[in-house]
Each structure stands twice: as structure tokens, then as C-alpha cells.
């Protein structure tokens, strides 16, 4: 899923009382982690880098809010791995939430097929790698990279559960039946998976990261002025061929309620290959809401 998977280690992160909105984390576009092993051995540090580095610097210290309007790698891998001094949150309380906002299991959707993800864990790395699980498994994880797969739908139920303030619900094709004369013979009404055990104070502090994403982070080219728009911008990247600078392809991903004061829509627009979200997915989006909110296009 890449950085739209933020939205669930951001709300741990709050209701775990690892981080408060207001604490900052430093980021230095590459942070270099000791070797397990080797730690006095400065060649053997493993870096792992901020999307921000290719323009020469890092957030700086940065807080939640921030952490998620500008999409943040090194705030998310102190948040949930911990560095330094810092102590994160860790894979078993990053595990936990991924399986509250509905990942790992089919949301229970009316169409066949339905595939559940994968939110990996310590003991599925052993059974299935043979290898063990290490900190740097987990600051991957923490953005949406490395082992965790994720749908377009789960991602947007999750979404939702920040819209809503806190409920899951199971997403629904049918509004009701009609039969031939028109008349309603059958309603659907909607059905709850699990209220999502994050205070309401918390889920206001993601949404409000989010609500920076569009109105000063990376999709600013959501923003549509009338109407308020939270949203979350993506790119994963994900094995297949580099190219001719050694990137690897990615996938675009952009999520998105509005309004943002009483959200009456949410949606998902991922592109298979489609490569930087703020840049092709976000635009989409941006159609979309247009049409919805019925703003000129």
C-alpha cells in the first residue's frame, strides 16, 4: 500500500501513547541504523531514506500532523521501530491496529474472490523465509513497503474509520431492491465489523494530518477551495525491472474524504504501475470529486 498505510501507525502511535500531536521527530532524509553485530562498524550501517532526500535534505524535526501531510518516512520508522533513544511502538503493537483498521482479512464485501492481504508478522517471516524478523522489517512496514499487502478496498474502509471517527464498517454494493413496479422489497442497511478502539481526540489529530496533506503537503492539487478535502497520497514501490536510474516501479495510491467537516464521500484511486501518487493518482481523485460535488471541471 505504500504511504497510505500511515493513517494506521499514526493512530497507534497516538492511542499507545508512544507519541502526543505535538512530539517531534528529527528527519534527517537518511538515517543509518548500527549492524546488530557489527555496531562499532560505521561501514556496516544500514540507511534507510526519507522519499525527501533527493532534493538534498530532510523534514527536519517534524510532528504528527506534519509527519503525515508531507508524508514522512523517517517520523513513521522512529514511530513504530524506535532509533536512538526514541523507543517506538514496536511489531506487535503495529501488527495489532493494522488488524483493527480491518487488514489481514477480507472486509466482507458482496463479491466473490475477495483477497485478504497479508499483515506479516514475526512468526510468518520464520515459517515462510526461515529467517528472523528484524527492526528494519519493521520500519518498512511501517510505510506501507516490505512484506504487507493490502487491497484498494481495505485501505479504503480504513480510511473511513478516520472519516467516521472510529466505526469499520462492511462495505456494501446495494443501497435496496426494487421489484418491477419500483417498489423497495428489500433495504440494506449497514453493518458494522468493529468499532476501532483509537479515542475520538486521537482519530481528530490523523484527520487533521490528513486535512494537511491537500491544504499544505503533498496533493495540494486536490484542493478544491469550496469544499474541504482530507486525504492520503501514495507511492509504493514493488519488484519488476528498474529503470534507467535504478528506481524500482511504483504503484500510485491516493485516499480522500470531503467533506471534511461531515464526510459524505471517501474514495480510492490506485494505478497498477502508475508511479508517483501525488503526481498521477491524485488527479484522478481530484476528477472524481469534481463530478461528485458537482464543481466545474
Partial sequence: PGSV????????GLQEGTVT??????????????????????????PF??????????????????????SCDIYFY????????????????????AHLFGLGEVTGIDLPAEAPGLVPDARWKRLQWSENWVTGDTYNMAIGQGFVLTTPLQMLNATTVIANGGTLFRPQLALHMTDAEGQVVREFTPEVIRQVPVDARN???????????????????????????????????????????????????????????????????????????????????????????????
Avoid at 498505510?5 to 497507534?12: L, Q, V
Wanted: charge should be negative.
Fill in 21 to 46: 500531536a505535538d512530539t517531534q521527530l528529527n528527519c534527517e532524509a537518511i538515517m543509518y541504523v548500527p549492524h546488530r553485530y557489527f555496531p562499532d562498524d560505521r561501514s556496516m550501517d544500514q
Fill in 5 to 12: 498505510f500511515k493513517i494506521i501507525p499514526a493512530s497507534a
Fill in 78 to 97: 522512529k514511530l513504530a521501530g524506535g532509533f536512538q533513544g526514541f523507543q517506538g511502538m514496536g511489531l506487535d503493537v503495529l501488527n495489532h491496529y
Fill in 203 to 297: 482519530i481528530e489529530v490523523v484527520r487533521e494530518g490528513m486535512l494537511g496533506v491537500v491544504e499544505w503537503g503533498t496533493a495540494q492539487s486536490v484542493y478544491l477551495g469550496t469544499v474541504r478535502v482530507a486525504g492520503k497520497t501514495g507511492t509504493a514501490e514493488f519488484p519488476g525491472p528498474r529503470d534507467a536510474k535504478g528506481n524500482l516501479p511504483t504503484h500510485a495510491w491516493f485516499t480522500a474524504f470531503a467533506p471534511y467537516e461531515d464526510p459524505e464521500i471517501a474514495l480510492v484511486v490506485f494505478l497498477e504501475s502508475g508511479g508517483e501518487g501525488s503526481q498521477t493518482a491524485a488527479p484522478v481523485a481530484l476528477d472524481i470529486l469534481k463530478y461528485y460535488f458537482g464543481l466545474p471541471q
Fill in 49 to 70: 531514506y526519507c522519499w525527501i532526500r533527493k532534493s538534498g535534505y530532510g523534514h527536519g524535526p517534524t510532528n504528527l500532523r506534519q509527519a503525515l501531510a508531507y
